[in-house]
Nanobody, 115 residues
Framework: QVQLVESGGGLVQPGGSLRLSCAAS????????MRWYRQAPGKEREWVAS????????NYTDSVKGRFTISRDNAKNTMYLQMNSLKPEDTAVYYC????????WGQGTQVTVSS
């Protein structure tokens, strides 16, 4: 059974940090590129960051460049998103996505940036 389970979300003040995790099971994680998406209330889901199956380098949407870092540990079947200097506009449900032969989605984790 394929599972992607996000964790690490929560409430944080502006300027703070969070580290999201996405734990994968049921498929060959190292064969898949991985992505983070987010969806704010009343808005469409948007791509945030991605990392290829073997790369250590990520790609980012402009609004998070220099603040967010995507990484993965293929030995642990886990992807991460380190989020620094968080802003209220980063508030959203964050989803992880695995893209390869198939596309898999997690259930999402809520990130709220508010004072």
């Amino acid at each position: 059974q394929v599972q992607l389970v996000e964790s690490g979300g929560g409430l944080v003040q502006p300027g703070g940090s969070l580290r999201l995790s996405c734990a994968a099971s049921g498929f060959t994680f190292s064969f898949y590129s991985m992505r983070w998406y987010r969806q704010a209330p009343g808005k469409e889901r948007e791509w945030v960051a991605s990392i290829s199956s073997i790369s250590t380098n990520g790609n980012y949407t402009d609004s998070v460049k220099g603040r967010f870092t995507i990484s993965r540990d293929n030995a642990k079947n886990t992807m991460y998103l380190q989020m620094n200097s968080l802003k209220p506009e980063d508030t959203a449900v964050y989803y992880c996505n695995a893209l390869g032969r198939n596309s898999y989605w997690g259930q999402g984790t809520q990130v709220t940036v508010s004072s």
